[in-house]
Every structure is written in structure tokens, then in C-alpha cells.
């Protein structure tokens, strides 16, 4: 049973830096793609990072380019998401996602994730 939890999301100045981390659990990551999804109130979640450790290839929303880096640690089991420069509209809960079946270039649609974490909260405010 796939099983993903979230950590490290907080509040935080305009340009400050934080690192997500998910705790993955139930599969083996290789197979899988997985990534940081992000929910803000009236909209649809949408894909900020995702990538495939099996071969590499990895996805960033155009809005996160240079400023977001997703990694795993595959001894730790844990996918992170290493966020700079944050900016207050990076706010909202990030989700952490995976899926056997999905690509890389399904980022942009999440429905194309079938498991979730909870989500942590990330509030960029001055």
C-alpha cells in the first residue's frame, strides 16, 4: 500500500528558503512517478515538480523554474522538494504524489496521480 506523508512546510518571508520533504512508503520509487503538487484556495492542484528516479527525467512548472528542486533520497525513501527564492504566490498546500503508471510529462495533469499525502502548508507573507 502506497503511502506518502508530508513534512517541513511553514511560514516564511519572501525570499527565504524551505525544504519539503515526503516520506514514501509501500513502493518501490524507481517505478514510479512522483512530485509536489500545490492547491490553492478555489483552484484546481496543480503539478510544480515531478520526475521519475528510474531514468531521470523531470518536470518544472514554468513558474518554478531556477527556483524549485525536486530530489529523491532513495536510501531514505524520501522525495524533496528544495524551494528558493519563495515568492507569496508559491503559497498553498504542497502535496506529495506518485503513481506507477504516469510520466514525467503527466505533471501538468494531476489527475493522472493516484495517491496522495495530506499536504503541508507553505504561507510566503511578509
Known amino acids: 500500500q502506497v503511502q506518502l506523508v508530508e513534512s517541513g512546510g511553514s511560514e516564511v518571508q519572501p525570499g527565504a528558503s524551505l525544504r519539503l520533504s515526503c516520506a514514501a512508503s509501500g513502493f518501490t520509487l524507481d517505478h514510479y512517478a512522483i512530485g509536489w503538487f500545490r492547491r490553492v484556495p478555489g483552484k484546481e492542484r496543480e503539478g510544480m515538480a515531478c520526475m521519475n528516479s528510474g531514468d531521470g527525467h523531470n518536470y518544472y512548472a514554468d513558474s518554478v523554474k531556477g527556483r524549485f528542486t525536486i530530489s529523491v533520497d532513495s536510501a531514505k525513501r524520501t522525495i524533496h522538494l528544495q524551494m528558493n527564492s519563495l515568492k507569496p504566490e508559491d503559497s498553498g498546500i504542497y502535496y506529495c504524489?506518485?503513481?506507477?503508471?504516469?510520466?514525467?510529462?503527466?505533471?501538468?495533469?494531476?489527475?493522472?496521480?493516484?495517491?496522495w499525502g495530506q499536504g503541508t502548508q507553505v504561507t510566503v507573507s511578509s
Open positions: 504524489g506518485a503513481d506507477r503508471w504516469a510520466r514525467v510529462r503527466d505533471c501538468p495533469h494531476p489527475v493522472m496521480f493516484n495517491s
